[in-house]
């Protein structure tokens, strides 16, 4: 039988960006995959983080900067990026915040995230 998801689980962050998880180590106890509806204000940022999970993003509004060792990658409404284990990576927001769907495989969690202090 299938599992019914009906409401996530609002995960708390600073800077006004609201995380909600549908499926994952905070609202479903999966470890294996988590998916959140994310939405970021304008010109939103956070730290650096080096994640021990592959991160796929898919833009729904505005756009998604990903700073990386290569430079930066400017992701806009209906594109995608994918991010790897391992990889130093910073989010970002433009002017206009953004709205985009998260799926990292392991699952997020604060303890496999690595963000910089």
């Excluded at 609202?27 to 509806?37: E, L, N, W, Y």
């Excluded at 989010?91 to 915040?97: A, I, K, L, R, V």
Aim: charged share 25%; with cysteine; hydrophobic share 30%.
């Amino acid at each position: 039988m299938p599992d019914h998801y009906t409401s996530p689980v609002r995960i708390p962050v600073p800077g006004g960006k609201i995380i909600d998880e549908h499926i994952g180590r905070a609202s479903t106890g999966d470890s294996a995959v988590s998916i959140a509806h994310m939405v970021a204000p304008a010109d939103w940022d956070e730290p650096f983080q080096t994640p021990e999970f592959d991160e796929y993003t898919v833009v729904l509004r505005g756009t998604v900067n990903v700073d990386h060792d290569g430079g930066r990658t400017s992701v806009s409404a209906g594109e995608s990026i994918r991010t790897r284990a391992g990889e130093r990576i910073r989010y970002s927001t433009g002017p206009d915040g953004a709205d985009y769907i998260a799926v990292c495989l392991p699952a997020f969690g604060p303890e496999v995230v690595h963000r910089d202090e």
